[in-house]
């Protein structure tokens, strides 16, 4: 502890607002030092004729009042002046300007809502991306050429899995179902844009069901499809030429479900994929 | 009106009631104008300045949240107010270099003409030594002197820490001592 330290602290020392154990400090350095001592001293006996000395007894006018309240109730009249307006307004009034606003707030979020751009599938990668789209035509051709004669008996759908993602690339997943109803029939690689797609081809209780997945990064999605949310995840459903295409994301992958189906039914047969790609 | 608090009065003040910011005007006028007396150096501009610490204080009655203590908050606007006038001041004489008049505070004038003259040249030479320290120096310790406030009290009205506040009034009195109390007339223990 130096003498600095001291010094920096005699007056909150004299005020007695220092903490008990900086004034046991203080007390212990004032009992070795003749300095501090005498400053202590001058400080105690010059601080209060000080304070008396600056301490002023004057008086205010008493016209300073009338001209301190001249000014603020200028300031009140002013800034009041808003609230009186409100008084003229009767209930009918109040009503008919609240219904006003609430037609305009909803004619707004409709307007905003019809324009604005389709919502991008959750981790799919953006339409800014400009990449090539999953072409529908190709889904469909992949899907129509499967020839069921060809693929009667079952597949090991982990051997299948493993193929397909020697030939593509892709990280296929094995989807073995242990289903009944869904039997992996065949599978095939397809070309998509020259990009390789993975196709599974399955039976499902006779309808032919083809499984495509594709890599989400090189082909993007068609946004411009009819949009489902289920259990927070984005599904993208489009009909054509007889057939139901239902898109979604899966990690880094596209899989896309095309079966001459009802949408309702094809979204059944997707959800039991999806918890079977995803557990949990 | 008078059994209300400063806190309940400052609560209506803000909410439209000019009764109670007159009530509080005043509680506070003597006090107020003490502190911008001491700020400014003579009658003509504490008038003045203790009219834009009041006019101030109303605008900010909004932002005054009244479960806190009140005291504290007002002269909290009154310190920030005197600074800021002060530095302008400081700042327009400066610009045109001519001071401004000091008057002498208004003394009794009953008693000895000699010691009447003593207090006003005595007077004069405080507020001499009071000028010569900075807006927020002066601003400090006139707040210590006048309201006799603790320091911790102290930096609540100003907003600084407690060793700022303690070691701002303490280099300000060794000024002052050095100034108005010569060797001759220092206090020895």
Not at chain 1, 7 to 34: F, K, N, W
């Amino acid at each position: 502890m130096t003498c600095t330290w001291v010094h920096e602290r005699l007056l909150l020392y004299l005020a007695e607002e220092l903490s008990p154990t900086e004034s046991a400090r203080i007390v212990d350095h004032l009992a070795g030092c003749r300095d501090c001592n005498a400053a202590l001293n001058e400080l105690a006996a010059s601080r209060d004729i000080l304070r008396e000395m600056i301490r002023t007894t004057a008086q205010p006018p008493a016209s300073l009042d009338t001209r301190i309240l001249q000014r603020v109730q200028s300031l009140h009249r002013r800034r009041f002046l808003w609230l009186d307006r409100l008084s003229l307004w009767t209930p009918k009034t109040v009503f008919a300007f609240s219904g006003c606003a609430l037609v305009l707030v909803m004619a707004g979020y409709q307007w905003g809502r019809w324009n604005a751009a389709p919502t991008p599938v959750p981790g799919a990668p953006t339409a800014a991306s400009a990449l090539p789209t999953l072409d529908l035509a190709s889904l469909a051709e992949a899907h129509h050429a499967w020839d069921r004669r060809t693929g009667s008996a079952d597949l090991d759908a982990t051997l299948v899995a493993a193929r397909l993602t020697q030939q593509t690339g892709l990280d296929v997943p094995p989807l073995d179902l242990r289903d009944r109803t869904v039997r992996l029939k065949d599978s095939a690689v397809v070309q998509v844009n020259h990009i390789p797609v993975a196709v599974r081809h399955y039976d499902w209780n006779g309808t032919p069901v083809s499984l495509v997945q594709a890599n989400g990064i090189r082909l993007d999605l068609p946004y411009s499809l009819r949009e489902l949310k289920h259990h927070g995840r984005c599904f993208l459903i489009h009909q054509k030429d007889g057939l139901t295409y239902i898109f979604w994301c899966e990690g880094p992958d596209n899989f896309v479900l095309v079966a001459q189906a009802p949408p309702s039914q094809l979204f059944a047969l997707t959800c039991k994929l999806c918890a079977k790609l995803r557990p949990g | 009106m008078p059994s209300l608090s400063d806190e309940v009065l400052a609560h209506r003040a803000a909410a439209g009631k000019m009764e109670c910011f007159e009530e509080l005007l005043a509680r506070y006028r003597v006090r107020v104008y003490r502190l911008c007396y001491r700020m400014a150096g003579n009658a003509e501009d504490a008038e003045d300045w203790t009219q834009e610490c009041f006019v101030r204080i109303y605008q900010q009655l909004g932002r005054y949240n009244a479960e806190r203590p009140f005291t504290p908050w007002l002269l909290r606007v009154v310190s920030n107010t005197c600074i800021s006038l002060a530095k302008a001041r400081t700042r327009r004489e400066s610009r045109i270099q001519v001071g401004l008049t000091t008057e002498t505070e208004q003394v009794s004038s009953e008693g000895d003409p000699l010691c009447r003259t003593l207090a006003n040249a005595q007077r004069q030479e405080i507020q001499e030594a009071l000028d010569t320290l900075s807006p927020l120096v002066r601003q400090t310790l006139v707040l210590w002197a006048q309201e006799d406030l603790t320091f911790r009290e102290l930096g609540d009205a100003l907003g600084a820490p407690l060793p700022t506040v303690s070691a701002r009034v303490q280099r300000a009195l060794q000024h002052l001592r050095a100034r108005l109390l010569p060797d001759n007339k220092k206090v020895r223990p």
